[in-house]
């Protein structure tokens, strides 16, 4: 199953002013989404330059909801605890090429 997740920044001018932690923990999350692009989990991934605020935007496959929750619970942005929050959103008719 194909799954949009939608990475919510703890304020709207997180892409503006950022940390240089927060800038080191959004390394860590790049790295983290990389290793499921690897494994073939993620399909593509990228910050949306939204004007009322940058997001990350991500799609992924997996067999569940839940292991969909699991992967993103597992995210450094999440484990942080600074404020970042995930939306999960199902697309019932994912394609994807390859």
């Not at 496959?61 to 199902?90: C, L, M, N, Y």
Request: aromatic share 14%; glycine share 10%; hydrophobic share 45%.
């Amino acid at each position: 199953m194909h799954f949009f997740c939608k990475l919510v920044a703890p304020r709207p001018t997180f892409g503006l002013d950022m940390t240089e932690d927060e800038s080191r923990l959004m390394q860590e999350h790049a790295v983290y989404w990389r290793e499921w692009l690897a494994k073939g989990n993620v399909i593509a991934f990228g910050v949306v330059a939204d004007p009322d605020g940058v997001f990350g935007a991500g799609m992924v496959q997996f067999d569940t909801i839940e292991a969909v929750q699991s992967f993103t619970a597992g995210d450094p942005t999440i484990k942080a605890e600074r404020g970042f929050s995930f939306e999960i959103h199902h697309m019932p008719f994912g394609v994807v090429t390859a």
